[in-house]
């Protein structure tokens, strides 16, 4: 049941006990004032991964987070080689050496959920890639760049 006031709905919900302890204990451990913030982050995090899977030309922005490990070169050169084919999507990127010869990077996309889930696809497919994770919001960046607005005088 769900109730309508100044833009805020109440939802009730049974959960089972040791799941209901769980989230009680992970609110405590972020120092969130309520049960409701979290449930409305996860929430969050939910649909815009629904977002990814069930609409392909919807724009999406985010991040891609890959570990990998091995000839760094290599796996570095292969990764970036990806990216670059998929020129408009990625923003920036971001890379940092770890211990035991491992490496994270972090790409910031943004693009239509399917040449974002290809572009994820592609990467994986880069052998020494351990670990890759997709995490997207409906909210998108700014224009970086109009160039018929800089024509005009005006800013983006």
């Known amino acids: 049941m769900a109730s309508d006031t100044a833009g805020l709905a109440r939802l009730s919900m049974s959960l089972p006990g040791d799941?209901?302890?769980?989230?009680?204990?992970?609110?405590?451990?972020?120092?969130?004032?309520?049960?409701?913030?979290l449930i409305a982050e996860l929430i969050?995090?939910?649909?815009?991964e629904h977002e990814a899977f069930t609409r392909p030309d919807e724009m999406l922005?985010?991040?891609?987070?890959?570990?990998?490990?091995?000839?760094?070169?290599?796996?570095?050169?292969?990764?970036?080689q990806t990216q670059a084919d998929y020129l408009k999507e990625v923003i920036s990127s971001q890379h940092v050496f770890l211990e035991d010869d491992q490496s994270l990077e972090v790409l910031l996309v943004?693009?239509?959920?399917?040449?974002?889930?290809?572009?994820?696809?592609?990467?994986?497919?880069?052998?020494?890639?351990?670990?890759?994770?997709?995490?997207?919001?409906?909210a998108l960046l700014p224009p970086l760049y109009d160039k018929d607005a800089e024509e005009k005088g005006v800013a983006a």
């Open 44 to 48: 969050r995090h939910a649909l815009a």
């Open 19 to 37: 799941l209901f302890r769980q989230l009680d204990m992970m609110v405590e451990e972020r120092g969130l004032p309520s049960r409701s913030q």
């Open 61 to 80: 922005a985010g991040t891609i987070t890959i570990v990998y490990r091995g000839d760094r070169g290599r796996v570095r050169h292969q990764l970036a």
């Open 110 to 138: 943004q693009g239509p959920a399917l040449l974002l889930k290809e572009l994820c696809d592609a990467l994986r497919r880069v052998r020494g890639v351990h670990q890759l994770q997709l995490v997207t919001t409906t």
